[in-house]
């Protein structure tokens, strides 16, 4: 007898896959959905025992709930057009502390551009699963499918931050700026539109899950490989001196942890002008190629990206 205990999550929905029905323009596979009728939508759902790192307050627990969802919609180049929230917490919980969790949903959806249209709550070990709602405005979704060789591979933003704040938390090192990006990472809102207007990106996803399993994501859908530039990946200054104070490696905290929300994106290197027009920011981390899988170009050596540890 198999236990879920045993069986990876993303094999687990694999597996579901295999026998349900799909529905919709854009079904199960992508960062969201696509109903018949044009919504996106996406759900996600983050727990007191997993998501609760040591520090966060539960107003930026309520912030992380909504962040995590409008992130799906911004990898598909969404707008938001609204939120939904349900609450099982426990009843020995004060209740100032639900008002503080639902106070940061809402803020994180005024952040977005939307509002809170509906919800529920229940008593339970501590948990919030978020609906996010939107729209594409007419414009193309990007999917995790289409990259092909020749592409380019970039990020919007700098990779470790979520994974040197957890590192330092484990050896007790103060850092303000990681432990913001951990506790309240912002949805590229602004960046997933203004890309999907382009018409330049071929594939794409946000970093949720890290950004080894992302780059193996895409690598799948899209039926390629990709050749990354380890030299290339932004990072902060606090992720170098964080891997210096710990001895955790700087490709472990780049590679191996979650909590990113950054979009990782493949784009047509004839079509960049309209990317550098629409003054998204972006870093090149490398290129698709048609090897199948991700590999990473090191000091002079060549190896394989595998999945985070998230």
Not at 189 to 215: N, P, R
């Amino acid at each position: 007898m198999t236990l879920l205990g045993d069986v990876d999550e993303r094999q687990l929905i694999e597996d579901f896959r295999s026998f349900i029905k799909p529905e919709g323009r854009v079904g199960p596979g992508d960062d969201a959905a696509i109903t018949l009728d044009g919504t996106v939508v996406t759900t996600d759902i983050v727990t007191f025992d997993r998501h609760f790192p040591a520090g966060m307050t539960y107003e930026q627990f309520g912030w992380y709930a909504a962040a995590v969802n409008f992130s799906d919609l911004a990898a598909m180049g969404a707008r938001p057009t609204g939120f939904l929230a349900a609450l099982a917490l426990p009843s020995t919980l004060e209740v100032q502390a639900a008002y503080d969790i639902m106070s940061g949903i809402d803020q994180c959806a005024e952040f977005c551009g939307t509002g809170i249209v509906g919800g529920d709550t229940k008593r339970g070990p501590g948990i919030v699963a978020g609906t996010a709602l939107g729209t594409m405005d007419d414009r193309k979704p990007m999917l995790r499918s289409g990259a092909v060789p020749g592409d380019i591979v970039a990020v919007t933003g700098p990779i470790g931050g979520p994974a040197a704040a957890l590192t330092a938390i484990d050896h007790g090192i103060e850092s303000e700026e990681a432990r913001d990006s951990l506790y309240m990472p912002i949805p590229k809102m602004e960046e997933g539109v203004a890309l999907s207007a382009t018409g330049a990106v071929s594939s794409c996803m946000d970093l949720s899950d890290g950004l080894g399993t992302a780059l193996n994501t895409l690598c799948k859908s899209s039926g390629v490989g990709m050749d990354i530039e380890l030299e290339f990946i932004p990072r902060e200054d606090y992720v170098e001196e964080i891997s210096e104070e710990t001895g955790v490696p700087v490709r472990d905290l780049l590679f191996d942890c979650g909590g990113e929300y950054e979009l990782l994106f493949t784009a047509d290197r004839g079509m960049l002008r309209k990317i550098y027009d629409a003054e998204v920011p972006f870093h090149i981390i490398g290129m698709v190629d048609d090897s199948g899988f991700p590999e990473l170009l090191a000091d002079g050596k060549r190896s394989r990206i595998g999945n985070g540890r998230y």
